[in-house]
């Protein structure tokens, strides 16, 4: 393993930690979700993107729609670790006189790209985002993450279709694809499966990984910018709940709070002294 | 009645706009011709941008573009911006603050005329009106839409400007300058009753002061051509002056203006109030100025409005 990913590999152990703690002290939140796409955030923010925590409004940075916006801890603690705001902040996540909104704010927190979390909105604001770019002539790359159950909303694809037409080669959408949504598994609930063929269809250029492996997600992305003139799609296979195995598999982790003991449990089994 | 097109008004002063201002933009749903766009594409080209039939991906993709310092006016029918991309004006346009402009047209009954209710659209205002922080312009006629999308660009934050069908009254000769914001008081005569409007509908209600005129009462008209932020100060001292008011708009009477000066009213000065509009029903396709009679926005309508106004205050 390179000192790279030892390094991402290491922070994701750290970020998983802290979202837990969040959520414990918040009492509410989505520890599952959050999870499965800690691997594929720390990537692109530890790992490619081009960012400034000391200048957070940078026209020319890269930018992040985290369209699962229900995950924001990880985001949260991410941003806190690069220095966007103090991580004195994380444990103020949902009260009143936090930064750290229940969903992403993009006006109330440092580091936030987009407001999000009204789910399959993510990728059609990427696409303002990156014809925005396109328009001013800067030459930053529009990351938007999302899960795959929202995939079922109806802009996803109207926004699928338009990035296509524009030819947005800075366009690369992760699907944290960890097969559950709210009420269940998305088999069991959508006809969605399988996605890439429909999105190949499309015209996007597709690429399958394994989201919890570094070296998986950082090549893809190198691909995905290799490419420029289709807008790529990353599908990044996940698990909800990845790094607790008490929460894996147990969908009633979509949105709950670990007790005190269960913490302990969840900490214990990500390892380490901090 | 003479014409001009406040759509070609929309077009024509983004285009002027648009030779000043590099960031702004155009986005469409599959709407050009609606707007009648054709020479602003021409002229601009990488500045236009249309995402097919499709408001909600419009409205999210102005969001993603006004966040990277662009201007983007998202142009289209009134209700599908307002209905079918409500949730993502209200969360990624209104909440963020971000720095869309939403130009609807086809707005009220008479626009959508012989369309019918599809494309007619009598609710976007009560609609926008109940998200915060959308400033909400109802231009009487097409040189005060050239005024409110002046006015819009060079303002930051998200606003909505309702336009018409193509065949809309000129209201006013003149250009007349359009302060966001602020109503105007176009008779001032009035201790009688204070008949508020905005819109297209405007020269009937002109048309209605001067009928009371005759009859011996005194309208003062009111044009609310801002429904958000309202000018509440301006209109408390109308109704102070006037004790009975009259709202007519080309709109359902719940939710637009009729509610807006209704709740000033119950908050600062009580005093009778008649709401001419479309009386909460679904109407029917015909001839604009046909069904603006038979759905009870005639002149008449006005007059009678008016005098039950003030018969009312005498009840108190």
Same mark, same amino acid.
């Given at each position: 393993?390179?000192d ?37 955030l ?18 020319e940075?890269?930018?992040c ?25 994380l ?175 969840a900490?214990?089994?990500l390892?380490?002294?901090? | ?8 008004? +929309? ?7 648009? $030779?000043?201002?590099p ?7 599959d ?5 009648k ?5 021409? &002229? ?8 097919g039939i ?49 130009? $609807? ?62 065949r809309?009254?000129? +209201? ?15 008779r ?15 020269p ?53 203006? $009729?509610?807006?000066?209704?709740? +000033?009213?119950?908050?600062? &000065?009580?005093?009778p ?25 005639? +002149? ?11 018969? &009312? &205050?005498?009840?108190?």
């Amino acid at each position: 393993m390179s000192d790279r990913i030892k390094e991402l590999t290491e922070t994701a152990r750290l970020v998983r930690k802290d979202l837990l703690k969040m959520i414990h002290l918040a009492k509410d939140g989505h520890p599952g979700p959050s999870l499965s796409v800690v691997d594929i955030l720390t990537a692109l923010y530890f790992g490619t993107m081009r960012i400034d925590p000391e200048n957070p409004k940078w026209p020319e940075r890269d930018r992040c729609i985290l369209s699962k916006g229900h995950a924001c801890p990880a985001l949260y603690a991410i941003l806190a670790r690069l220095g966007f705001f103090s991580p004195d902040e994380l444990p103020g996540l949902r009260s009143l006189e936090s930064m750290l909104q229940g969903h992403p704010d993009m006006n109330k927190t440092p580091g936030i790209d987009t407001t999000s979390g009204s789910l399959g909105n993510g990728i059609s604001i990427g696409l303002g985002m990156a014809l925005a770019g396109r328009i001013k002539g800067l030459d930053y790359t529009t990351y938007v993450v999302t899960g795959d159950g929202e995939l079922e909303e109806g802009v996803v694809w109207e926004a699928m279709m338009a990035a296509e037409h524009y030819r947005l080669g800075r366009l690369i959408v992760f699907i944290d694809n960890n097969e559950m949504q709210s009420g269940g598994p998305v088999k069991s609930i959508s006809g969605l499966y399988p996605i890439l063929p429909k999105l190949k269809a499309f015209g996007w250029h597709c690429q399958e990984i394994n989201g919890h492996d570094f070296t998986e997600i950082l090549e893809a992305v190198r691909c995905a910018q290799q490419e420029t003139s289709h807008p790529s799609v990353i599908l990044a296979h996940t698990i909800k709940g990845q790094g607790v195995p008490f929460m894996i598999g147990d969908n009633s982790w979509h949105k709950r709070v670990p007790t005190e003991s269960e913490l302990e449990e969840a900490l214990a089994a990500l390892g380490g002294d901090r | 009645m003479k014409q001009e097109n406040t759509r070609i008004a +929309v077009t024509e002063t983004l285009m002027e706009l648009a $030779g000043k201002d590099p960031d702004i933009v155009l986005v469409c749903s599959d709407s050009l011709l609606v707007i009648k766009a054709k020479p602003y594409v021409d &002229k601009y080209p990488e500045r236009f941008i249309d995402v097919g039939i499709a408001e909600q991906n419009a409205v999210c993709c102005a969001a993603g573009l006004a966040s990277c310092g662009l201007i983007p006016f998202v142009a289209t029918y009134a209700g599908f911006i307002t209905m079918r991309a409500c949730e993502q004006v209200r969360t990624f346009v209104a909440y963020p603050g971000l720095n869309v402009k939403m130009i $609807g047209a086809n707005g009220g009954i008479a626009a959508g005329e012989r369309e019918g209710v599809t494309h007619q659209f009598f609710e976007d205002l009560g609609i926008l009106r109940a998200i915060p922080g959308i400033t909400i312009v109802v231009p009487a006629d097409a040189g005060q839409v050239r005024e409110a999308v002046r006015a819009v660009a060079h303002q930051e934050g998200p606003a909505y400007i309702r336009i018409g069908s193509g065949r809309d009254p000129v +209201v006013f000769e003149k250009p007349f300058p359009l302060e966001i914001g602020k109503v105007r008081i176009l008779r001032e005569e009035g201790r009688d009753v204070a008949l508020f409007a905005n819109g297209s509908i405007l020269p009937r209600v002109l048309a209605a002061a001067d009928e009371l005129s005759q009859q011996g009462i005194k309208a003062s008209v009111v044009e609310v051509h801002t429904l958000k932020p309202l000018d509440v100060e301006t209109i408390t001292e109308v109704l102070s002056q006037t004790g009975a008011a009259v709202t007519v708009e080309d709109h359902n009477i719940i939710g637009g203006l $009729g509610s807006a000066i209704a709740e +000033v009213i119950a908050e600062n &000065k009580p005093v009778p109030l008649v709401r001419v509009g479309l009386r909460d029903i679904f109407p029917r396709s015909g001839r604009p100025e046909k069904l603006l009679d038979y759905y009870n926005m005639g +002149v008449s309508d006005i007059v009678a409005g008016a005098r039950k106004a003030i018969e &009312k &205050k005498g009840e108190r």
